[in-house]
T-cell receptor
Framework: KAGVTQTPRYLIKTRGQQVTLSCSPI?????VSWYQQTPGQGLQFLFE???????NKGNFPGRFSGRQFSNSRSEMNVSTLELGDSALYLC??????????FGSGTRLTVV | GDSVTQMEGPVTLSEEAFLTINCTYT??????LFWYVQYPGEGLQLLLK?????DKGSNKGFEATYRKETTSFHLEKGSVQVSDSAVYFC?????????????FGTGTRLTIIP
């Protein structure tokens, strides 16, 4: 059974640009969540999607957005990148309820 | 709001030593509790979980017991191996308030020396 797949694994962007990260959940998992991991702030919840609807949102500015498609794949977008957005972005999926399975993450570096 | 406090690291132990990583939590409802492990360059792997008071989660020789009276979920292993070197995160999910996001502790870096 394939795990949670995140693409790309690494990304370098310039301040002011925007970026889109992709997450393919485990087959049959309808919930996808996104987390940001930084050395200073640790692991912080960004948002959760279930059946194409945002079900929960963390305390991040509006520059951070996401969406989920009918096949449960999810994307997150960060606009007007800032240096502080450099982080490991983790996606996790689960069937409606139950344990979360995490992907390996996308490491974003903003220069 | 919900929060998780875990033992500051880094922790360095010799192989075959006993491991305890402390974790306490604050939650408004009745949370599920988790330990996740992160190896270098990787995402998080679920190590074990417990969903109600007095439950014991266990996996790969690691154990943790959900203690509601002390709001704790300490991770233990009787004999650590070099391969256990990683960062360990305690987390909770407070489902009773419809808010099932994971709230994580700051992580504890564990290094096992041969």
């Amino acid at each position: 059974k394939a795990g949670v797949t995140q693409t790309p694994r690494y990304l370098i962007k310039t301040r002011g640009q925007q970026v889109t990260l992709s997450c393919s959940p485990i087959s049959g998992h309808r919930s996808v969540s996104w987390y940001q991991q930084t050395p200073g702030q640790g692991l912080q919840f960004l948002f959760e999607y279930f059946s194409e609807t945002q079900r929960n949102k963390g305390n991040f500015p509006g520059r951070f957005s996401g969406r989920q498609f009918s096949n449960s794949r999810s994307e997150m977008n960060v606009s007007t990148l800032e240096l502080g957005d450099s982080a490991l972005y983790l996606c996790a999926s689960r069937p409606g309820r139950g344990g979360y399975t995490f992907g390996s993450g996308t490491r974003l570096t903003v220069v | 709001g919900d929060s998780v406090t875990q033992m500051e690291g880094p922790v360095t132990l010799s192989e075959e030593a006993f491991l305890t990583i402390n974790c306490t939590y604050t939650a408004t409802g009745y949370p599920s509790l988790f330990w996740y492990v992160q190896y270098p360059g990787e995402g998080l792997q679920l190590l074990l979980k417990a969903t109600k008071a007095d439950d014991k989660g266990s996996n790969k020789g690691f154990e943790a017991t959900y203690r509601k009276e002390t709001t704790s979920f300490h991770l233990e292993k009787g004999s650590v191996q070099v391969s256990d070197s990683a960062v360990y995160f305690c987390a909770l999910s407070d489902r009773d308030f419809g808010n099932e996001k994971l709230t994580f502790g700051t992580g504890t870096r564990l290094t096992i020396i041969p």
